[in-house]
């Protein structure tokens, strides 16, 4: 799977390149095209070869330059969906946690189907109040945003409530590591432990855990989310990443498949969830779990509604 960011890069160049078949249509220097806009050659080369993007404004003035000003429009779309596919957590976060939760809040509401993948921490939408108040916190400090945690939790907390009301249905994997990672106290990891449990029996729930031990030939992905097939949005440590190209969502459903073949779902996930409770209860280090015993547990069926 070629890197998100890859084609974020690929997205900029592509209007890049537009850019410079205008100024070539208008039989235009690099140098002439900077004496009309107003600007230094150096600007015109550096937005010709995907070093700086162009700002809506460097795009009007380009197109003016090159006496194709009805290109303008199409081209500042182009460049914004460009520039929304990766966007830096720092911008997105400069301003604190709780109104990047809520920005998210109309997407989650308009979503009927989410395919949620998650390889480091408990998905979003399934977090206590405990669990989601560390994680943030910590990210915070990271991060070194403004402390706004406790209202970034409420936040998150009223987001969640899709999971329970209207007809949103929710298809998710969770690594088997993620349920022994511990992020905040012990009783904090039980509780989240424990809320998985019971959010895992409501219908509108698909909850499978790829054990340590299953045959796979799906590696762990960075964690991501689809939305209704036709958005993904993929989180790295620097950026936050859309994808809304159909080739590109229907890769990730792709690996979503491949990686729910190995999965745990009911019986099967819900003792990977009571064996990592009771690891955290006995401060014990999270033991292997036994392949003959998942072999017996029927670990692999599969909810059936998931199956595409």
């Avoid at 899709?162 to 349920?179: K, N, P, Q, T, Y």
């Avoid at 219908?203 to 790829?210: N, Y």
């Avoid at 209704?228 to 229907?250: F, G, M, N, W, Y």
Wanted: hydrophobic share 40%.
């Amino acid at each position: 799977m070629s890197s998100p960011s890859s084609k974020a890069q690929e997205a900029r160049e592509a209007v890049a390149g537009r850019l410079r078949e205008m100024r070539l249509d208008a039989g235009i220097t690099g140098r002439e095209l900077a004496v009309r806009c107003g600007w230094s050659e150096s600007k015109s080369s550096r937005i010709e070869h995907a070093k700086t993007p162009p700002s809506d404004a460097d795009i009007r003035a380009w197109c003016t330059a090159c006496g194709a000003s009805e290109q303008a429009d199409d081209l500042i779309a182009a460049n914004r969906q460009a520039d929304s596919m990766y966007v830096q957590w720092k911008r997105l976060q400069r301003t604190g946690l709780r109104r990047l939760q809520e920005s998210g809040a109309p997407l989650y509401e308009q979503t009927r189907q989410f395919h949620v993948y998650c390889s480091n921490v408990v998905p979003g939408f399934f977090q206590t109040p405990g669990y989601a108040t560390a994680l943030l916190t910590s990210i915070a400090q990271f991060r070194g945003t403004p402390d706004d945690v406790s209202d970034a939790v409420a936040a998150r907390m009223a987001r969640s409530h899709v999971i329970r009301e209207g007809d949103h249905r929710f298809a998710v994997l969770v690594e088997e590591s993620v349920l022994r990672y511990q992020i905040g106290s012990a009783e904090v990891m039980a509780a989240q432990l424990g809320h998985l449990l019971s959010v895992m029996a409501l219908p509108s729930i698909s909850l499978g855990i790829i054990p340590f031990t299953a045959p796979r030939d799906a590696w762990p992905l960075e964690t991501f989310t689809i939305f209704d097939r036709q958005r993904v949005h993929v989180e790295t440590l620097s950026a936050a990443i859309k994808e809304t190209q159909p080739s590109d969502v229907a890769l990730y459903l792709k690996a979503f498949g491949n990686l729910k073949e190995v999965a745990a779902y009911g019986a099967g996930a819900r003792s990977l969830i009571t064996a990592a409770i009771d690891a955290v209860g006995s401060n014990a280090e999270s033991p292997a779990p036994a392949t003959g015993k998942v072999a017996g547990t029927g670990l692999y069926n599969h909810a059936p509604w998931t199956q595409d």
